[in-house]
Each structure stands twice: as C-alpha cells, then as structure tokens.
C-alpha cells in the first residue's frame, strides 16, 4: 500500500537558490535527519542526476539508487527510488512575495517485510515529522548562507 505525505514551508530566498541548494544531493544528510549517506552521485548537464543513498527508517537501515526522472530548473525536481523503499519524490518550487514555498510530496511503500503491517501507524507519524523537520531544516540552511 502506497502512503502520502504532503508539507510546505515558505523560504525567504528566491526559487533558484533553494532549487540549487537541493540539486545537490550531498546537502541532504545535512538536512533530512534520517538520511546517513549519499554517495555515487552522477549529475546531468539538465541537472538532474542520480545516487545511492542509506536511510534510517524505524531504527532499520534501507539502502537504495535515487534517479531523477523530471527536472525544470528553478521550478520542479522528481526523483524516484525503486530499491530499499519504493518511493516517489516530487519537490515543487514556487515564488511568493520575493521567497519560496517549497513543496514537499512523497510516495512511499512502507517496506512490509522488515517492519510488517503492525508498525504502520507509527512508521508512518516518523515520516511525516522527518518530512516537517526536513523542510524546517532546508528553509534554516538555505536562509543563512
């Protein structure tokens, strides 16, 4: 079963910096507390590009290959992983006022056969506080450079 998870946050810095700070898959452990590590990163001259990753989920270890799958500059980033945890990420990045929302969607599949169907309840409310503490923390390190 697929779960989904929606956040916003408003960035008082223009769409391009906040989309140049997230093209770089490096910045994500900075960012997104369950993620241990980002390796073998391949960028592509339309900027997107591809990479191994290891999260943290529910105290288990996934490790998984990221691939962007659509990118408009300063605007959208999709990127999609079929290993470790299914999962679909669409990160939006719309003006407002002289800032950005940056929203945040994802697609998942709880990974049913390490954490089975009875800790869904609470794999669930993690993702959805990382997903808010990941956008908190994007917004903090985007803002002070």
């Known amino acids: ?70 990118v408009k500059r300063d605007k959208l980033r999709v990127f999609h992983n079929e290993k470790g945890i299914p999962s679909t990420f669409r990160w939006a990045f719309e003006p407002h006022d002289k800032g950005t929302d940056f929203i945040a969607e994802v697609e998942y599949e709880i990974p049913g056969k390490v954490l089975g169907h009875l800790a869904a309840p609470f794999v669930r409310k993690i993702n959805e506080r990382e997903a808010q503490t990941m956008l908190e923390n994007t917004k903090e390190a985007v803002e002070a450079v």
């Not at 769409?15 to 898959?25: A, I, R």
């Not at 073998?40 to 290959?65: E, I, L, R």
């Open 1 to 70: 079963m697929m779960e989904k998870i929606r956040k916003s946050i408003f960035i008082d810095a223009p769409p391009s910096k906040v989309f140049g700070y997230l093209s770089d898959p490096k910045h994500l452990p900075e960012v997104w507390p369950s993620m241990v590590e980002v390796a073998n990163v391949h960028s592509k001259p339309d900027g997107a590009n591809d990479y191994d990753w290891t999260y943290k989920m529910a105290g288990v270890k996934f490790h998984g290959h990221a691939e962007t799958v659509e």
